[in-house]
């Protein structure tokens, strides 16, 4: 069985910028992606990246701040956020889908990481 590992987070002023990395262990081929839980609300798409890497898609609220990106060398996905806000705070979780291709990636998720928290400071 797959496990993911979130790790990165942390407490960053508003303008700032965090890496956040998953680390899988075990097989790479397929896809991933970042979702996100603010307290009292329901956890959220940001984005998501094929096996390949070829494809990717985000959330509007993330586009052109959030960028996604792997390296299946290292087993390893990664979200880099820039431009940060405060509305960017939450717990943000990695996901991965039974197959390679980012199509029906929300109803192909089969595993997700434990969370690490990002705090955005204004």
């Known amino acids: 069985q797959v496990q993911l590992v979130e790790s990165g987070g942390g407490l960053v002023q508003a303008g700032g910028s965090l890496r956040l990395s998953c680390a899988a262990s075990?097989?790479?081929?397929?896809?991933m992606g970042w979702f996100r839980q603010a307290p009292e609300k329901e956890r959220e798409f940001v984005a998501s990246?094929?096996?390949?890497?070829?494809?990717?898609y985000y959330a509007d609220s993330v586009k052109g701040r959030f960028t996604i990106s792997r390296d299946n060398a290292k087993n390893t996905a990664y979200l880099q956020m820039n431009s940060l806000k405060p509305e960017d705070t939450a717990v943000y979780y990695c996901?991965?889908?039974?197959?390679?291709?980012?199509?029906?990636?929300?109803?192909?998720?089969?595993?997700w990481g434990q969370g690490t928290q990002v705090t955005v400071s204004s």
């Open positions: 075990g097989r790479t081929d397929y896809a």
């Open positions: 996901a991965k889908s039974k197959n390679t291709w980012l199509r029906n990636f929300m109803r192909d998720i089969d595993g």
């Open positions: 990246i094929s096996w390949s890497g070829s494809s990717t």
